[in-house]
C-alpha cells in the first residue's frame, strides 16, 4: 500500500521516469533491429561468415555494463554520460537474439520449399522476399520480443551514468534502505516488460496464422514502432539556452544532496541553466569531468589523491588538498575550489548492540574478535589504495574469510541483519544513526583526510566568472554535523534531495 500511495502521489516523476525507460528501450531495440535483421540475413547467403559474426554478438551480451560505460566516457567524448552510452549497450545486449532468431529463421525454412521456388524460376531475391521472409517473420518477431524484454529489465543500469529511467528510483532505495523507493523503481519496470511481452507475443501469434504476406507484416510493425516514436518523442525537445552547467553527482545519497545543492545555488545565483547528471557509479565522475561531459561535481581529497593521482595515503590535510589541487590542474585543467567544510572519512562500522556489549571503541579493540567475524565491503573500498588491503595490513586483521564484495548501500543492511559483522561506511552516513551503528575511533590514523570540495572545469570558470561567485559560495559552509543531518533526512525521514537541499540554500 505505502509504494502504491507513493506512485500515485509522486505520478508525474513516475511519468517521466517511464518515457526516459521506454525512449532508451526503443532507441536501442530499432536499432538492434535495423542492423540485427539484415545482418542475419546476410549471415544465410554468407554461411563463413556467421560463426565469426555470432561468436562476437555473444562476447558483447558478456561485457558488463558499467566496464561498458567506463570505457565509452573517453571514446564519445562530449556525449559519454547519458543517453548515448546507455543505447549503446542495450544495442549490443540486444543485437544477439534478434540475429540469431533472424538467421534461424531464414536457414530453418524447408528445403523442399526452397526447390519449389527455384523450380518456379525466381531469383534469390525474389526467393528471399516472397518466401522465406514471410516464413520466418513469427521467429523473427520473437527475436525482437526477447531483446526488447531484455533491454526493459537491463535499461535500469541506465541510472548508474546519469541517463534515467526506473533505475533512478531502485538505486535511490537501494541507498536509503528504503523499499518503498526499489519497489516503485521494480514494479513499473516488470509491468512494462510483461506488457511488451505480451504485445510481441500476441503479434508474433498474428503472423503465424496462414494468408498473412510480407508487406503486412512490415506495414503493421513499422506502423507500431512510428506510433510508439510519436508518443514518445513528442514534445521531447527543450528550449536551447546560451549557458548550460552540467553538474555531476557519484551514486549515494550525499553525493545527491550536494549535487542538488550545487545545481540550485547555480540556477539561482548564477543565473545559468543546469543539467542534471546525477547517481554516476564508478569513477564516473571523475572520468566525466575530465572528457567534458560534466562541468563540476564534488569530489573528495582522500579520494582523488590515492584514486586518481594513485598516491600513497598521507594523513596531513593541507598536504592532501594541495597535492590535488595542483596535479588536477597540471594535468586535466580543473580547478578545487576551497573545502565545504567537512571531512567524510571511512566509517569503520559494528552493531551498537554488539559495540556496548563487548566494549568495543577502537578499530584494534576488534582485532582479538576478527578471527570468528565476517567482513562486508563496498567495491569501492576493495579495490581503493587506501581501502581494505591496506587497511588490514595496518590492524593486522584476519577475518574469518575473504570480506563479502557488494554494493556500498548494501553492506548497512547486510551488517544491521546480522549476516556481516564489520563494515566500512562514510563517516556523515545518515543510516549510522537510523540502524543504530556505532563507528570505530581509527587509533592508528590509517585513513588520508577525505575533505570535501567542489572540482570545476577550468574553461568554465573563465568563460563564466559568476559560477565561480556563485559557487565559493559554498567553500566552509557545510559542517560534518549538518551533511550527517541531511544525510539522515533522506536516509531516516525519505525525504527527497532536492527538498533537502532547497531547505539548506533557504539558510545560507
Known amino acids: 500500500m505505502e509504494t502504491l500511495r507513493f506512485l500515485v502521489e509522486n505520478r508525474a516523476d513516475l511519468l517521466k521516469l517511464c518515457l526516459e525507460h521506454l525512449r532508451l528501450v526503443l532507441i536501442a531495440t530499432i536499432a538492434a533491429t535495423l542492423v540485427g535483421v539484415p545482418l542475419g540475413i546476410l549471415l544465410t547467403r554468407k554461411r563463413w561468415l556467421s560463426r565469426p559474426v555470432l561468436a562476437l554478438a555473444n562476447i558483447a551480451q558478456t561485457i558488463p555494463s558499467l566496464a561498458l560505460f567506463g570505457f565509452l566516457i573517453p571514446v564519445l567524448g562530449v556525449h559519454g554520460i547519458g543517453a548515448l552510452p546507455a543505447v549503446i549497450a542495450l544495442f549490443l545486449y540486444a543485437l544477439l537474439p ?26 534469390d531475391g525474389q526467393q528471399l522476399r516472397l518466401v522465406e521472409l514471410p516464413l520466418a517473420i513469427p521467429i523473427v518477431l520473437a527475436g525482437i520480443r526477447v531483446a526488447t524484454v531484455i533491454s526493459i529489465g537491463t535499461a535500469t543500469i541506465a541510472a548508474a551514468i546519469g541517463a534515467g529511467g526506473l533505475g533512478t528510483w531502485i538505486f535511490r532505495g537501494l541507498r536509503m534502505s528504503d523499499d518503498r523507493l526499489i519497489l516503485a523503481g521494480a514494479i513499473p519496470a516488470a509491468v512494462m516488460a510483461l506488457l511488451a511481452d505480451q504485445a510481441l507475443g500476441g503479434l508474433e501469434r498474428w503472423f503465424r496464422r496462414p494468408r498473412r504476406q510480407l508487406a503486412k507484416a512490415v506495414s503493421t510493425l513499422g506502423g507500431v514502432l512510428l506510433l510508439l516514436a510519436i508518443a514518445i ?19 549515494f545519497t550525499e553525493q545527491v544532496i550536494l ?28 572520468r566525466g569531468l575530465v572528457a567534458g561531459n560534466l562541468d563540476v561535481y564534488v569530489e573528495y581529497t582522500g579520494t582523488a589523491f590515492t584514486t586518481a593521482l594513485k598516491r600513497s595515503p598521507v594523513s596531513d590535510p593541507k598536504v592532501v588538498y594541495q597535492t590535488v589541487a595542483d596535479e588536477y590542474m597540471r594535468r586535466w585543467n580543473l580547478v578545487w575550489l576551497p573545502p565545504l567544510g567537512f571531512d567524510n572519512t571511512f566509517a569503520i562500522l559494528v552493531r551498537g548492540a554488539e559495540a556496548r556489549r563487548l566494549g568495543l571503541k577502537t578499530i584494534s579493540d576488534v582485532v582479538p574478535l576478527a578471527p570468528q567475524w565476517r567482513a562486508g565491503f563496498g567495491q569501492d573500498f576493495v579495490s581503493r589504495e587506501d581501502g581494505y588491503p591496506g587497511f588490514v595490513r595496518a590492524y593486522g586483521l584476519r577475518f574469518v574469510g575473504p570480506p563479502s564484495e557488494m554494493d556500498l548501500s548494501l553492506t548497512y543492511r547486510a551488517l544491521s541483519s546480522g549476516q556481516v559483522d564489520l563494515i566500512a561506511g562514510n563517516a556523515t552516513d545518515g543510516l549510522i544513526d537510523k540502524l543504530g551503528l556505532v563507528q570505530l575511533e581509527d587509533d592508528r590514523r590509517y585513513f588520508p583526510p577525505y575533505e570535501a570540495a567542489l572540482v570545476v572545469r577550468g574553461d568554465v570558470l573563465e568563460r563564466a566568472p559568476e559560477v565561480r561567485r556563485a559557487l565559493s559560495r559554498l567553500s ?29 540554500l533557504d539558510k545560507l
Not at 268 to 285: N, T
Open 98 to 123: 534478434i540475429l540469431r532468431n533472424t538467421h534461424s529463421g531464414i536457414d530453418g525454412v524447408d528445403p523442399s520449399v526452397r526447390e519449389a521456388a527455384r523450380a518456379m524460376g525466381m531469383t
Open 233 to 251: 518523442f513528442g514534445g521531447a525537445s527543450k528550449p536551447a539556452v546560451n549557458r548550460t552547467i552540467t553538474v555531476g553527482s557519484k551514486d
Open 259 to 286: 549535487g542538488e545543492i550545487v545545481a540550485q545555488l547555480l540556477e539561482r545565483d548564477a543565473g545559468v541553466h543546469v543539467e542534471r547528471r546525477f547517481e554516476l557509479g564508478g569513477d564516473l565522475c571523475h
Open 476 to 504: 566552509g559552509r557545510i559542517t560534518s554535523a549538518e551533511m550527517r543531518r541531511m544525510n539522515d533526512a533522506c536516509d531516516g525521514e525519505h525525504r527527497a534531495p532536492a527538498a533537502v537541499a532547497k531547505e539548506f
